[in-house]
């Protein structure tokens, strides 16, 4: 009996330690694999281009609307003003700080900092009416005019700032690239969509009227986007995106008289790249 029952002691002994032994093998679960309750931000910049659209010019005297309007953005390139504090709202810039809500979902607010300079010096199909026509060097046969600087200069660029709200999904794709060590390395798929207010400071100067340039409250926008997320040592990434959407300004400010107003609607791509960080608190 005695034997038998020290055999069923070492018996026992043996499975526990194996056990043990296999628990402690066992490889600790990777800090990427989990996003829930994660914080991110990022910063980077971005290029843009806008549709023509059709802008409408109103106030006391007139009202015109100038069809098919061309615009392009202002790059500032690779320069140091993108990480200097004092400086960092002259280029085109993109901020956003998010959670994950679960290990796929995070939702997030920021502002895309974009810029629209309308084309100068071009010819536009115009209709309405607007005082002392011809006196700005812009009127042209056919019913057109010349974008020329007395007539008319107007720009958001400081900027067509887009401040929204996204909800986004992120999804692991590491293993197609045969990464299994995410913790030093991992790619992911993000794909978001986005709504918010344009909060621009357009800089104008209408029919020899004095320059105005306010920040002011002026539309809404709604965004979608796609991107890949390239994620070093756990919590740094560089993201890429390409991010698309509408834009309405319906209440812009053009002159120092707050009667005067212009509205537009335009589609944007924005091609994006930041850097950033993902952590828990």
Do not use: C
């Amino acid at each position: 009996m005695l034997l038998k029952y020290n055999l069923r002691i070492v018996i026992a002994t043996i499975l526990i330690t194996q056990i043990s032994l296999a628990q402690d093998t066992t490889a600790p679960e990777k800090y990427t694999a989990h996003n829930k309750g994660k914080f991110f931000v990022y910063w980077g910049g971005n290029r843009e281009t806008f549709t023509k659209s059709d802008i409408r010019f109103y106030g006391e005297g007139y009202d015109f609307t100038l069809q098919n309007v061309t615009a392009y953005d202002k790059p500032k390139g690779w320069h140091v003003d993108y990480v200097n504090p004092a400086r960092m709202t002259i280029p085109q810039t993109n901020l956003r700080i998010g959670y994950f809500i679960n290990d796929h979902y995070n939702i997030s607010i920021g502002v895309d900092h974009m810029k629209y300079v309308m084309a100068q010096n071009r010819a536009v199909d115009i209709n309405g009416f607007y005082p002392n026509p011809g006196t700005y060097g812009e009127s042209l046969p056919n019913g057109q005019v010349l974008l020329t600087e007395d007539f008319l200069t107007f720009e958001h660029t400081d900027g067509l700032n887009y401040v929204n709200t996204e909800f986004a999904r992120v999804d692991d794709i590491s293993k197609l690239f045969r990464i299994t060590n995410t913790d030093k390395f991992q790619i992911n798929l993000t794909e978001g969509a986005g709504i918010g207010l344009l909060y621009p400071k357009t800089n104008a100067k209408l029919l020899g009227n004095n320059r105005h340039d306010d920040f002011h409250v002026s539309g809404y926008g709604v965004s979608a986007k796609v991107g890949l997320n390239f994620t070093f040592f756990k919590h740094f990434f560089i993201q890429t995106e390409l991010k698309g959407g509408y834009i309405n300004l319906n209440d812009i400010r053009t002159t120092e008289n707050s009667s005067d107003r212009a509205e537009q609607k335009f589609f944007f791509l924005q091609k994006i790249i930041v850097l950033g960080g993902i952590f828990k608190l």
